[in-house]
């Protein structure tokens, strides 16, 4: 008997949601039930990504645009998007025309300029499941928060398309696509998209997100200090750090270290360098971009805490990483992380841009008011029963089942 050939779609081969479809491929692949192909608009994967079993295509093999398309981006970014969709959406149909795929389930493609139309255009027997890793297909933006300092909302835009387009172009599809099943990876997601599914009927379904073997085996908070160095005596507080992003509220960490006695402390950033200046007595290490899921994995575990200050995030991997390496997160209170992080339990939370709280925090801390081994022990328990690779594919494969049943 022939098995149905599943196809999954992303833009890109690399980042969040592209690395959660890759380990998606690989896991439904050993378990022999489909034909798996991981269609992406990347150049080629790095040899050792994917299992022999996944059939790998790129439809974008070169990362530059042509000669044509980069000139017009000097004249018009609007019109190269719309000319680099065209082209995508030309590649993406041809491929669906020579595989014939039996389902195909989408990721995040708004870098490759695809949108809510892209699929609508798409061969309309072939169902869809389009897993929503932020709130661009749900919004027409991936996040959205009051900002402390100004009292605005500000919105996290992505993709080259204006809201109200996307928003349009989401209703058309939710309307005239039977046979799409939204996924979302958490209930905050959930309760986001709840109006449009009782408005439109559409499919959903909850599936968590995951997270790396590599985190639920990271080694012990000694060895992972002694490889890069890292004193003992010290106090680390670990960031995954995006300075030149507002949402991510590295300006709110700053604030608090600034407020505080930072003599003892630790801080290691992997990421961007910081762009602010250095603190009297903290103690600063910077690891740069850290691509390696082993090393990533024993930097989390090398940290006391590990600081997320999003002001505006679904539910960031990070903080599911650092769960699993056995270290707490000091997270905002916002999005899907309170779902994740029990105060006190598996983790701390503050209000989002409170410098003052996270501070507080901070130094609770270091100063042993706060169970952190515990903490970290329960939170990694959490992670493995919750968030472990497997539980992803076992739950996939019972959608996928549910959708092609005859």
């Known amino acids: 008997m022939k098995k149905p050939k599943i196809v999954l779609l992303s833009d890109h081969i690399n980042g969040g949601a592209a690395t959660l479809a890759n380990m998606l491929a690989n896991d439904l692949a050993q378990r022999a039930e489909y034909q798996i192909e991981r269609w992406h608009f990347s150049p080629p994967a790095k040899e050792g990504l994917f299992t022999g079993l996944v059939s790998e295509r790129s439809l974008a093999p070169s990362a530059k645009r042509p000669p044509l398309e980069r000139l017009v981006k000097n004249i018009s970014r609007s019109l190269a998007a719309r000319w680099r969709t065209k082209r995508h959406e030309q590649a993406l149909y041809q491929a669906i025309k020579t595989a014939r795929p039996d389902l195909i389930h989408v990721h995040n493609i708004h870098s490759a300029d695809l949108y809510h139309g892209s699929l609508l255009k798409i061969e309309p027997h072939i169902p869809l499941i389009w897993t929503i890793h932020d709130l661009w297909p749900i919004k027409g933006h991936a996040c959205s928060w009051i900002e402390h300092t100004t009292g605005l909302r500000d919105r996290y835009e992505i993709g080259s398309r204006k809201r109200a387009t996307l928003l349009r172009a989401r209703d058309e599809l939710l309307l005239q696509r039977r046979n799409l099943t939204l996924v979302a990876p958490s209930d905050y997601v959930n309760r986001v998209m709840h109006p449009l599914i009782s408005r439109f009927k559409t ?7 995951v997270v790396r073997p590599e985190f639920l085996s990271a080694p012990s908070r000694e060895a992972s200090r002694a490889g890069p160095g890292l004193s003992k005596d010290l106090f680390w507080l670990g960031v995954g750090a995006t300075w030149n992003n507002n949402r991510k509220g590295m300006d709110v960490l700053w604030r608090a270290l600034a407020s505080i006695d930072c003599r003892g402390l630790g801080l290691a950033i992997w990421g961007q360098e910081p762009e602010s200046p250095s603190l009297p007595g903290l103690t600063l290490r910077t690891f740069g971009s850290v691509s ?27 903080v599911l990483e650092s769960m699993a390496s056995g270290t707490p997160p000091l997270a905002s209170r916002i999005g899907g992380i309170p779902e994740r992080v029990q105060h006190g339990l598996t983790g701390l939370l503050f209000p989002s841009q409170e410098p003052t709280e996270l501070a507080r925090l901070i130094n609770e801390s270091r100063a042993g008011r706060w169970p952190l081994q515990e903490m970290g022990a329960a939170a990694q328990a959490y992670a493995h029963a919750n968030h472990a690779p497997e539980i992803q594919a076992v739950q996939y494969s019972r959608l996928y089942q549910s959708i092609l049943a005859p």
């Open 292 to 318: 390696n899921p082993a090393r990533m994995a024993a930097l989390y575990a090398a940290m006391d805490l590990f600081i997320c200050p999003t002001k505006g995030d679904t539910g960031p991997l990070t």
């Open 203 to 209: 499919r959903e379904e909850m599936i968590p997100h």
